[in-house]
């Protein structure tokens, strides 16, 4: 037994393992790099959040532009239309249109924000909205302006049909 407490204490006098302040030391050291890469970690996370919504709009003008120069989107009521782009409550891009008629020429009922073929499951967090703006006239003459503008909604999301 005497021997098997000699061993014991020859073990604790020969531990090798971290003293309570060196753990605290690693700890702080931890800590002060996590402060200062947060502050970029959330930077990254609310640009990419952007960057879905971003290239959808970019994806929406350019069919607006097609559609438009074929005929099928056409400018009713007033001088100009609108497509918004942005997302609703749950994330999902959606498409809305004011003072804009759309016709495939083809008689298969297709709305436009059918057309646009946005990927339903792709969802976005980020609360802009991107606004088109069509004045009528032309877009290979260059009489029409489609003014691709961007604006950050109140809300954020629109789950209501007939609010934008």
Sequence with gaps: ????LAKLNSLKKNSKGFSLVELIIVIAIMVALVAMLAPQFVKYVAKSRDAVITRAAEDVLSVAKSEYALGHLVVTGSSSGEIRV???SR???IVRTTNL???DGEGHGNT???MCGLDEN???KSEKAYIIRIEAGNFTSGETQAVFSEEVTDGGHSDLPGNP
């Design 101 to 103: 008629d759309y016709d």
């Design 122 to 124: 792709q969802v976005s």
């Design 91 to 93: 994330g999902k891009l």
């Design 112 to 114: 436009f924000e059918d």
């Design 86 to 88: 942005q997302t609703d």
């Design 1 to 4: 037994m005497q021997k098997i």
